[in-house]
């Protein structure tokens, strides 16, 4: 059951880690900034290569101190079988109806492991039912005002990006916090980089989409939805 934290933004993922390697700058952005946030994690992590369900709820949890998170929690759906079941999608609802964000991340709905994307299709579908007045999940009906989907390791242009220069390192110490994943161990060491290499990568991809919009780092992220802008002198990136 959830307290009743009530959160401006609220970030899905299938894993845990999977949101501090795509939009936690972001998320550590918008807290630094007075709001409210959120991490729904939909699964323990059981399947993993490295570490136990227990090391990465512990991990979880520092990682999420470190980007001033105000709620995380972790579903039970099972990791690896992250299914679109109405099941599911009713216990993603009832947390967004909990937790009553004006803004949802998603993760983006292709993507090499399949409860990534899945993910994606699962919270949107789940945001659509929480809203239905008539379906009773013991709170209120509420539906997300924006949902966007957090794009760093789709092969996709994004809407935009958030400016993480600033919150960079503190990102990157939030992705540390897993020592059961990212410390050199023999296990999966053929499927993750070395730890050395790890902060070069990651600097890397935030630095593209840095230079996109001319800035040091970045996250990028796709919206559905067309822009909408009253003030073309507040554009803010530069054409020429």
Excluded at 78 to 85: A, I, K, L, Q, S
Excluded at 166 to 194: C, I, K, N, V
């Amino acid at each position: 059951m959830l307290d009743s934290f009530q959160a401006d933004i609220l970030a899905v993922a299938a894993h845990r880690d999977d949101v501090e390697q795509t939009c936690g700058g972001t998320l550590l952005k918008m807290a630094e900034r007075g709001y409210r946030t959120a991490i729904l994690d939909l699964t323990q992590g059981e399947m993993g290569t490295r570490g136990t369900v227990e090391e990465r709820s512990l991990e979880a949890g520092e990682a999420a101190r470190i980007l001033k998170v105000g709620h995380r929690q972790a579903l039970e759906i099972p990791d690896g079988r992250v299914e679109n079941t109405y099941e599911n999608r009713l216990n993603v609802a009832a947390a967004i109806r909990q937790l009553r964000p004006r803004v949802l991340i998603l993760p983006y709905w292709q993507a090499r492991h399949p409860d990534h994307a899945t993910a994606a299709t699962l919270g949107y579908e789940a945001a659509f039912l929480a809203g239905l007045a008539k379906l009773d999940l013991g709170a209120p009906p509420h539906r997300p005002f924006k949902i966007i989907y957090a794009s760093l390791y789709a092969d996709v242009r994004p809407t935009f990006v958030v400016d993480i220069s600033e919150q960079f390192e503190t990102r990157f110490a939030a992705l540390m916090a897993y020592r059961s994943q990212y410390e050199d161990q023999d296990a999966g060491s053929g499927l993750f980089p070395r730890q050395a290499e790890i902060r070069e990568r990651i600097a890397a991809m935030a630095g593209f989409y840095g230079l996109l919009a001319g800035v040091r780092y970045a996250e990028p992220f796709v919206s559905k939805e067309v822009g909408l802008v009253d003030d073309l002198l507040a554009i803010p990136v530069q054409s020429i």
